[in-house]
């Protein structure tokens, strides 16, 4: 079945450092790919998306390319920021319906 | 355009006890999906709703239900709560156009079973 792995936290990095969060996908066909975050006490929010093959989503600063070759939409930012701090999951879209397929999270900490 | 609104935010009720929770989805957005939040577990997908019927539905026992109102609200409930049912539960709404797949969260409810 359709599944996302994505890479252990938690990531501490200093600010201005250089953030990768590994990400990849099982799934049949072309699914549409994305990044969400959550920060502390809140609901998720949509940090970017890809919906084809070598399509890159960026947003804030982040970016992520859809690579079909390798299965895998990795998240990277050049400069991160202390507010960067948060979990981050990667999803896939699952079939006809409204359906998220999320990765078990990434926890991002940033040190001034 | 106001986002999409959980209420309550939190709640604690005890073991055997049933509980419903309520979701405002976007303006003009009629599909509306619920997700359970544990550390254990991660997220995952409880139920979708589009224009009243449930479309989706994943691996919950059948205590875990829902229901779409004609105004595109919707409810979960939760019978016979166990302690496992303690968790973050977040609803999600989607505009359902074509080629449009983009799900908003709202904050979701925290539930606690004591």
């Known amino acids: 079945g359709n599944s996302v792995t994505q890479m252990e936290g938690p990531v501490t990095l200093s600010e201005e450092a250089f953030l990768t969060i590994n990400c990849t996908y099982t799934?049949?066909?072309?699914?549409?790919l994305f990044w969400y975050v959550q920060y502390p006490g809140e609901g998720l929010q949509l940090l970017l998306k890809a919906t084809k093959a070598d399509d890159k989503g960026s947003n804030k600063g982040f970016e992520a390319t859809y690579r079909k070759e390798t299965t895998s939409f990795h998240l990277e930012k050049g400069s991160v920021q202390v507010s960067d701090s948060a979990v981050y999951f990667c999803a896939l879209f699952s079939g006809g319906y409204n359906k998220l397929i999320f990765g078990a999270g990434t926890r991002l900490a940033v040190h001034p | 355009k106001a986002g999409v609104t959980q209420t309550p935010r939190y709640l604690i009720k005890t073991r055997g006890q049933q509980v419903t929770l309520s979701c405002s989805p976007i303006s003009g957005h009629r599909s509306v999906s619920w997700y359970q939040q544990t550390p254990g577990q991660g997220l995952q997908f409880l139920f979708e709703y589009f224009s009243e019927t449930q479309r989706n539905k994943g691996n919950f026992p059948g205590r875990f239900s829902g229901r779409q109102f004609s105004n595109s609200r919707s409810e979960m409930n939760v019978s016979t709560l166990e302690l496992g049912d303690s968790a973050l539960y977040l609803c999600a709404s989607s505009l359902e156009a074509s080629g449009e797949r983009n799900q908003y969260f709202g904050p979701g409810t925290r539930l606690t079973v004591t």
């Open positions: 799934a049949t066909g072309y699914p549409s």
